[in-house]
């Protein structure tokens, strides 16, 4: 497709739009336009020739109608944090001013508009004694994060996200509004519980709830010198886990930063993790099987309530160049525990490796129908995930030497499949395929070639080539 820029646009069509708008448009001369073209993912620095900040799903439309008479394609950001290729010379759709939640607790289910993070959702939520299926960060976007699956500290309880997604509201790339359920336009919804935002700008969505208020939950820090003893016994630990239980084990290279308490500062941990949600004497009954062993360096385990989980991972809220990769694996082999433990730890001062986690997948992920959505790969029993930051080129070129090498040392571990939501640039480009079923696959690209034929969102996962 032809790239565009603004200049080729008629002021008078400019005018047209905005005039349709309750949002606003924003072309590069504007203020604003610096502001939200931003992604949390700063790596992906990008230059739309529009941007539409969206009030409500008729924005959506409008836009979604303006870019394909203009031959402009579409892109579409809610928070920036799972950007993977920069929305240049395209409609940037920003649907970060689509606040709405509305919690039917009745029913045990929450609608939510796209701009939604998953922070506001679970505070309604747990006023009613209930929970959705968020992840490690309560400031990733809701609807962004459920499309690529959404696999997060209730995960083996309940499933993916996009497992308990009854229902979305969906602007296609033909510009019209459609619901896609069960019943209505089941292509479509089986392809965007997983497939990504390939299909159009979901508007809305409407979630399954549970009912979570407590858990057992934290993290155990060890010196690194005991991370073969760790990553062997987090395998036997694992393997006889209840579904209650969804954990990782992860070596952290803490940054030198000013802003981490000190005893953190520059050094280097492995942390087993994890949230049981099921009573907490039974949760402190599984911890036994740690705190008999080694005294860790610290033990932040315990009873918290569910609003509190994003402790867990405490992972970075304000906007970073981050990159990520990582993979499905089938067990946590001996040849991986060596590559883990020889190449991830920081070796002479800081490492572009900020931490690499393995978190434990199967119970009710696994449970689905094999088919039932775009989702395919849940076969696996723990996923990958490798995180860094890259301030400059020569930062990204380590970290992907490092995990490169991880990688290549783990084979024996992975499946060979990848999860889009801890994929970046070159893996969700190149390799999306990776994320799927062959079926699944096929199905996808049928799905997309109906309902996005000339691919005008071509700005998520590359389903194509
Ligand atoms: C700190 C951090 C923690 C994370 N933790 C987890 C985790 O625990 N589990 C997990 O599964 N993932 C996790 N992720 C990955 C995260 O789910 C993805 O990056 C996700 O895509 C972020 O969605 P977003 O809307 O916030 O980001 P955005 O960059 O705004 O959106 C990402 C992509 O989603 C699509 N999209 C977003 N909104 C829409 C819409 N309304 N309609 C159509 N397409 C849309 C677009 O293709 C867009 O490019 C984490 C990421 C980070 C950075």
């Keep these: 497709m032809a790239t565009h820029n603004i200049i080729s646009i008629a002021h008078d069509n400019l005018m047209t739009l905005q005039a349709a708008l309750s949002g606003t448009l924003l072309t590069p001369d504007d203020p604003g336009y610096d502001a939200a073209r931003m992604n949390w993912n700063v790596t992906i620095d990008q230059h739309p020739a529009l941007i539409v900040m969206a009030e409500d799903a008729n924005d959506v439309a409008q836009a979604v109608r303006f870019a394909a008479e203009a031959g402009l394609q579409v892109a579409v950001k809610a928070t920036g944090h799972g950007a993977v290729l920069p929305a240049d010379n395209c409609l940037l759709v920003v649907t970060s001013n689509m606040q709405g939640v509305s919690i039917d607790a009745a029913n045990r289910t929450a ?3 796209a701009g939604v993070q998953w922070g506001p959702v679970l505070e309604e939520a747990q006023r009613f004694g209930l929970a959705p299926l968020l992840g490690s960060s309560p400031t990733v976007g809701a609807v962004g994060y459920t499309l690529g699956g959404g696999l997060g500290w209730l995960a083996r309880k309940y499933g993916l996200a996009a497992d308990s997604v009854l229902a979305f509201q969906v602007v296609t790339p033909a510009g019209e509004l459609v619901e896609a359920s069960a019943s209505t336009n089941p292509d479509l919804y089986w392809a965007l519980r997983g497939g990504g935002g390939n299909f159009g700008v979901v508007v809305a969505m409407t979630i399954q709830l549970y009912p979570v208020t407590t858990v057992y939950a934290g993290n155990l820090y060890y010196p690194v010198s005991l991370a073969r003893e760790v990553y062997t016994r987090y395998r036997e630990w694992a393997a006889n886990a209840p579904w209650e239980l969804t954990s990782a084990v992860v070596i952290m290279n803490y940054p030198p930063l000013p802003q981490l308490p000190e005893f953190l500062r520059g050094q280097t941990f492995i942390q087993v993790r994890g949230c049981y949600a099921g009573t907490v004497e039974d949760g402190e009954a599984l911890l036994a099987y740690w705190r008999d062993w080694h005294e860790p360096v610290i033990d932040d385990f315990k009873a918290m309530p569910f609003t509190d989980v994003a402790q867990v991972s405490n992972d970075p809220v304000d906007p970073m160049p981050a990159c990520h990769t990582g993979g499905w694996l089938h067990s ?3 040849e991986a525990i060596d590559a883990l433990v020889s190449m991830v730890p920081a070796q002479n001062g800081p490492s572009p490796v900020i931490f ?3 978190r434990h997948a199967g119970g009710a992920i696994a449970q689905a129908q094999p088919g039932a959505s775009a989702f395919s790969l849940r076969d696996a029993a723990f996923i990958l995930e490798c995180i860094g930051v890259a301030p400059t080129p020569e930062a990204k ?8 090498a991880l990688k290549a040392g783990m084979a024996s571990a992975l499946t060979g499949g990848i999860y889009l939501n801890f994929a970046s640039d070159h893996d969700s480009r190149q390799r999306a395929q990776a994320a799927f079923s062959a079926e699944a696959l096929t199905r996808l690209r049928l ?4 309902y ?4 005008r969102f071509d700005h998520s996962f590359n389903l194509i080539s």
Excluded at 397 to 402: H, K, L, S, V
Excluded at 447 to 450: D, E, G, L, N
Aim: aromatic share 4%; no cysteine; hydrophobic share 35%.
């Design 111 to 113: 609608t939510l508009q």
């Design 452 to 455: 996005d034929p000339e691919n």
């Design 447 to 450: 799905v997309k070639a109906a």
């Design 397 to 404: 070129q380590g970290f992907t030497q490092i995990t490169d």
């Design 332 to 334: 946590i082999t001996d």
């Design 356 to 358: 690499a986690e393995i």
